[in-house]
C-alpha cells in the first residue's frame, strides 16, 4: 500500500516564509501531488513533482528527493489568505490508478 | 466550462434514510473518484469509477454504500440505512484520464452530510 506522512499543524507569520514536509511510502512511484484546502472548501491542485529537484509556481514551490522518499512544499511571502490545509499525495492502489493522501498539514498564519 | 458539479451542497439525513450523493464530471472526463473527509481529517478514497465501470472499490465499506456512474447522468453514491458514524463531507473528483490524474484532479464542493 501507500502511506504518507505529515506535520498536523504549521505556525507562521505574514510574510514569512514556510516548509511543509511530505515523507512517503509506497511500491511503484509515479510523483508528488500538492493540494491546498480551505476550510469548508475544495481541494484545489497546486504541484506536480515526478523528477527530482524544484519546481516553482509564483510564491509556491514544491521539492522532490526520490532517493529519500521525500518532498516539500515551500510558501515565500506568506499572506493571511494562505491559512489553509495542505496535502501531499501520490499515486496508489491497483495499477496506481487513484491518489493516496496524506493526512494534511494545517497552515496557520498570523498578522 | 463548468467545474465538477456536486449536489446537494448540504444533506441531513435522520438515521435509517438513504442518502443520494450526485457528481456530474468536467466535460470530458471520464474518470470519477469519491472521497469522504471526516472533520479535522484528511480525505480517505472511497471509489473509482469510469463510466458504467467500477475500476476500483477498495475504500467502500462493504454494507450500504454503492456508487454507479451511469452511461447518461451523473456519478451516484448511495448510502442506504445512515448512520450518525457516516456524518463527514463527501467530495468527487474528475480526470480526464489516470496519467493526466498527476497533473491535478478536479474537485467538485463537495456534499457535507449530517445525520441526525
Known amino acids: 500500500g501507500q502511506s504518507l506522512e505529515q506535520p498536523s499543524e504549521v505556525t507562521a507569520v505574514e510574510g514569512a516564509i514556510v516548509q511543509i514536509n511530505c515523507t512517503y511510502q509506497t511500491s511503484g512511484f509515479y510523483g508528488l501531488s500538492w493540494y491546498q484546502q480551505h476550510d469548508g472548501g475544495a481541494p484545489t491542485f497546486l504541484s506536480y513533482?515526478?523528477?527530482?529537484g524544484l519546481e516553482e509556481t509564483g510564491r509556491f514551490s514544491s521539492f522532490l528527493s526520490r532517493s529519500d522518499s521525500y518532498g516539500y512544499l515551500l510558501l515565500q511571502e506568506l499572506q493571511m489568505k494562505d491559512s489553509a490545509s495542505y496535502f501531499c499525495?501520490?499515486?496508489?492502489?491497483?495499477?496506481?490508478?487513484?491518489?493516496?493522501f496524506g493526512t494534511g498539514t494545517r497552515l496557520l498564519v498570523s498578522p | 466550462n463548468a467545474g465538477v458539479m456536486q449536489n446537494p451542497r448540504h444533506l441531513v439525513r435522520r438515521r435509517g434514510q438513504e442518502a443520494r450523493l450526485r457528481c456530474s464530471p468536467m466535460k470530458g472526463h471520464s474518470h470519477v473518484y469519491w472521497y469522504r473527509q471526516l472533520p479535522e481529517e484528511g480525505l480517505k478514497f472511497m471509489v473509482y469509477l469510469q463510466k458504467e465501470n467500477i475500476i476500483d472499490e477498495s475504500g467502500m465499506p462493504k454494507e450500504r454504500f454503492s456508487a454507479e456512474f451511469p452511461k447518461e447522468g451523473p456519478s451516484i453514491l448511495r448510502i442506504q440505512q445512515v448512520v450518525r458514524g457516516d456524518s463527514a463531507a463527501y467530495f468527487c473528483?474528475?480526470?480526464?484520464?489516470?496519467?493526466?490524474?498527476?497533473?491535478?484532479?478536479?474537485f467538485g464542493s463537495g456534499t457535507r452530510l449530517t445525520v441526525v
Open positions: 513533482n515526478a523528477l527530482d
Open positions: 473528483a474528475s480526470s480526464p484520464s489516470v496519467a493526466q490524474a498527476n497533473y491535478g484532479y478536479t
Open positions: 499525495a501520490v499515486r496508489g492502489g491497483t495499477g496506481f490508478q487513484k491518489l493516496v
